[in-house]
């Protein structure tokens, strides 16, 4: 019965596939808005979670429609952050189509850079850490081989690493997956 509005932080949406395995659908910053399926089922079948200290804005779905009927600013704006989320998830459908993993790894390098990086001397700074198990969650790979294949992009290049925090050259990453992986496109 809620939309959240993501005003400091991270949260991460997943849900729970076979086996208890957790599936990351997404990872929200602030500004991001979630939780628009409410108009679309009762009982949401996805998980939020908060990865650092988040505040998170609340409103009922009766207060989001009243909002939405008296300005057509919001209303347009919504209906471009669900067709924007609709994209991304055919994006994301496209991405795991491939059978390889290091496609679906790269992509979803690309886009995490696209949506949580920040661009810095060295390429663009992933400012959430994430873990080799998040990465697989995110691809739908085994986390054992997640490992191998981010050495592999670092012993050429196309990542590095700050602490936690993963730096992707994303132009290069790009060039060098464009013709197995789908790349975000620019907001």
């Known amino acids: ?6 005003e400091e ?4 949406l997943g849900s729970l596939g076979g086996g208890g395995l957790e599936r990351i659908l997404s990872i929200f910053k602030p500004g991001d808005v979630f939780g628009e399926i409410l108009f679309s089922t009762r009982r949401r079948p996805f998980q939020a979670v908060a990865l650092d200290d988040a505040q998170v ?6 207060t989001f429609l009243q909002f939405l009927s008296t300005s057509a600013r919001w209303g347009k704006n919504f209906i471009r952050l669900v067709s924007d989320r609709l994209v991304s998830v055919q994006r994301d459908l496209a ?3 491939n059978t390889w993993t290091r496609p679906r790894l790269a992509y979803m390098l690309l886009r ?8 810095t001397a060295q390429g663009t700074l992933i400012t959430v850490p994430v873990t080799h198990e998040a990465l697989a969650g995110m691809i739908g790979a085994s986390r054992g081989r997640v490992p191998s294949h981010l050495k592999q992009l670092q012993r050429e290049g196309l990542l590095a690493r700050q602490g936690l925090l993963l730096i992707v050259r994303t132009e290069a ?12 496109a620019a907001p």
């Open 173 to 184: 990453l790009k060039q060098k997956t464009a013709p197995t992986a789908p790349v975000p």
């Open 9 to 12: 932080g991270h949260v991460r």
């Open 57 to 62: 804005a609340i409103m009922s779905k009766a």
């Open 95 to 97: 991405s795991l189509s």
């Open 112 to 119: 995490l850079a696209d949506t949580l990086g920040v661009p």
């Open 1 to 6: 019965e809620f939309i959240y509005i993501l």
